[in-house]
């Protein structure tokens, strides 16, 4: 039922993953290398077609400096200002639903477990067009407040369907014994079920943030301008109307990276932890 180790394999097996493994890597690699290489190039060398040749010259600071003296600092705001509120907006909702369903018995809880997960089935691009009509009607396009609410709505959905899976993972010896001694229930969760929480609200937090920061489909639906758009999005604004400036696209891009990059490594020993806590059980 399993694949069997490479190690057990043929030599001759062992032989051509080896070959074959650094080439699917580079592979893999290859648009990452592609932007980093994009990102050192002058201009004119997309001018001239010099898309994949010895760049003409390497200007790594000159074109840092242009995204900086750009408006990418006031999109990377904007995208702190949607992705932390968003992550805790979904993480706390989803914590309480999973707690709610996977604590009490009650008629309708199957029912609304299969809404929560039924919504991460929809596929979102046709929710393009209520969603946008809506925001207008509420008077939210365009702005930080809509696209936050939007994220947290429809990324609760998912985070519920992780924390209630967790929590019926607990053992439940722990919450009868705390309502055998009198505990009120919202104490039960906040002492003594959200403690033993924190690898998947770290877990999720992590996978929340790069999600969210990572959107680019409702950044340009929901937002429009550096007011409210996100990098994702503000990148873009290095197109011109007759020219396309890849090399601070690029840039910016590697820019715009960072903050999920650094939010796994912080983050990584409570992420593997919450995804792998219960496996070996």
Known sequence: MFPKPIEKSSRSTQLTYQALLPVALLLWLAPLIAVALFAIRPSVDFTLGNYWGMPSSFEFFENFAQVFNS????????????????????VALSAMAGFALGVYKFKANLLLFFMFIAGNFVPFQILMVPVRDLTLDMGLY???????????????????????????????????????????????????????????????????????????????????????????????????????????????????????????????????AGLTLGAVK
Not at 71 to 90: D, E, K, Q, W
Request: glycine share 4%; net charge positive; charged share 10%.
């Open 71 to 90: 408006s990418m600092p006031r999109y990377i705001l904007n995208s702190f200002m949607i992705t932390i509120p968003t992550v805790i907006g979904a």
């Open 142 to 272: 365009n702005t930080k407040t809509g696209l936050i609410l939007f994220h947290v709505a429809f990324q609760t959905g998912f985070c519920t369907l992780f924390m209630r899976n967790f929590i019926k993972a607990l053992p439940f010896e722990l919450i009868e014994a705390a309502r055998v001694e009198g505990i009120r229930e919202w104490q039960i969760f906040w002492y003594v079920v959200l403690p033993l929480m924190k690898p998947a609200l770290a877990a999720l937090s992590v996978l929340i943030f790069t999600f969210i920061w990572n959107d680019y489909f409702w950044a340009i639906v929901l937002t429009q301008g550096e007011n409210a758009q996100p990098v994702t999005a503000g990148i873009t604004s290095f197109n011109a109307q007759f020219r396309a400036m890849y090399h601070l696209m690029s840039a910016g891009s590697l820019v715009a990276a960072l903050p999920p990059v650094a939010m796994f490594f912080l983050m990584q020993k409570h992420f593997i």
